[in-house]
C-alpha cells in the first residue's frame, strides 16, 4: 500500500506538471492566429483562431508571430513587445474601429495601432490597410520613451486628421517599404525626443499623398527616403531643427505637385552653430520653379544637391545648393 500511495502520488505530480507544462505553452505559442470566423475566447490556433488583432498578441509569446487567415476587420492592437503581425498576400485585413486607443500624454486623441516597447523589442506590421471612421485622430502611433525597432511594409493608412504615423521613441528606427499613406493630416511624423541626432527614419518605395504635410521631421531626427513619391501634398518636407539637429535625405524620389517641396527651420546661431535643418537630394525629379525652391527660416538651414537631380520644367541641375547661413 505505502509504494502503491507512492506511486499514485508520483504520477499525479507528473500529471500536474504535464498540465501545467502545456498551460504554459499554450499561453505562450510561438504562432497564433485570426479569421472572421474566430472567437477571442478561442485558443488563438490554427484550428481555432481568435477574432481580433489583439487577443492573439496577448496570447503570442514575445518574438511570435500573428497571422490573418481571411479577410475581415481585426479592429485595434496595442503592441508592447516583440511581435510580427502579418497578412499574406491577397488578404485584406482592414483595420478602422470606429473607436481607437487612447494616445498617452494626448488628450483627445486616438490611434488604430499604439506601441510601446523595450530597446530590444522588434515589431513587424505586414499587409495592414488602416482607415479612419468615427473618432479615431491616428493611425500607427509609436509613443515610448524607449527605443526598439519597427518595420512597416505593405502597408495602406488613409484620412486620418492627425498622423499616418507618428514616431516619438528615443533612439527608436522606423523602417517603412512599399507602402502608400494618403490624405492625412501628416503623412509620416518623426520626432524621437532624444538629445542625439541618429538615421531615426528609412524608408523604400513610399508614396505621400494629400496630406497637409507630407514628412515632418523634428529635431535630433536624420531621415533618408529612398525611390520614393510625395505628391500633392501641401508641403512635401518639413525638417524642424529647433532644440537639436534635423535633416532628411531624398534619393531617386519624386516630390512633384506639391505646395512647396520643403519648409527649413535651423535655430541655430549663424555658421557653423547648431542645430541645423537639412534638405539633401540625389538623383531626384523635384516640381519648382526656381533651384532649390521651398522656404528656409532661421539663420541655419541648408540645401545640398548632387548627382543630376532635376526641376519641374526638365533642366538637369547639379548643384541648386545654399551653404548654412
Not at 107 to 134: A, C, E, H, S
Not at 183 to 206: E, K, M, T
Amino acid at each position: 500500500m505505502h509504494w502503491s500511495l507512492r506511486a499514485l502520488a508520483t504520477a499525479s505530480i507528473a500529471t500536474i506538471l504535464s498540465v501545467v507544462t502545456t498551460a504554459a505553452t499554450a499561453a505562450a505559442a510561438q504562432r497564433t492566429f485570426v479569421a472572421s470566423y474566430g472567437l477571442d475566447t478561442n485558443a488563438c490556433s490554427l484550428s481555432a483562431p481568435c477574432r481580433g488583432f489583439q487577443a492573439a498578441i496577448n496570447a503570442v509569446a514575445a518574438g511570435g508571430e500573428v497571422v490573418v487567415l481571411d479577410s475581415a476587420g481585426y479592429g485595434a492592437m496595442e503592441i508592447h513587445k516583440s511581435v510580427s503581425v502579418i497578412v499574406p498576400t491577397g488578404i485584406h485585413a482592414g483595420l478602422s474601429p470606429s473607436t481607437g486607443i487612447p494616445l498617452p500624454g494626448y488628450p483627445g486623441q486616438f490611434g488604430v495601432v499604439l506601441i510601446d516597447i523595450q530597446n530590444t523589442d522588434v515589431v513587424v506590421l505586414r499587409g495592414l490597410k488602416l482607415n479612419q471612421q468615427g473618432t479615431v485622430t491616428g493611425g500607427i502611433d509609436w509613443i515610448s520613451t524607449h527605443g526598439g525597432t519597427v518595420y512597416v511594409e505593405n502597408v495602406v493608412v488613409n484620412g486620418f486628421s492627425h498622423e499616418g504615423i507618428y514616431m516619438q521613441a528615443p533612439a527608436g528606427k522606423l523602417l517603412i517599404k512599399d507602402s502608400l499613406f494618403r490624405n492625412n493630416g501628416v503623412g509620416l511624423f518623426v520626432g524621437v525626443g532624444g538629445n542625439i541626432p541618429h538615421r531615426s527614419l528609412l524608408a523604400d518605395r513610399v508614396r505621400i499623398e494629400g496630406s497637409s504635410t507630407g514628412v515632418r521631421i523634428m529635431s535630433n531626427v536624420s531621415a533618408s527616403l529612398n525611390n520614393s513619391e510625395i505628391v500633392s501634398n501641401g508641403v512635401a518636407i518639413s525638417v524642424e531643427g529647433i532644440t537639436g539637429d534635423a535633416s532628411v535625405y531624398v534619393n531617386r524620389c519624386t516630390i512633384v505637385d506639391n505646395g512647396s517641396p520643403f519648409t527649413l527651420i535651423g535655430t541655430g546661431g549663424g555658421v557653423g552653430g547648431a542645430p541645423h535643418a537639412g534638405f539633401i537630394a540625389a538623383g531626384s525629379t523635384i516640381q519648382t520653379s526656381t533651384p532649390g525652391g521651398g522656404t528656409r527660416t532661421g539663420p541655419s538651414t541648408y540645401v545640398f544637391s548632387w548627382n543630376n537631380n532635376s526641376v519641374d520644367n526638365g533642366i538637369s541641375i547639379f548643384d541648386f545648393a545654399y551653404p548654412i547661413q
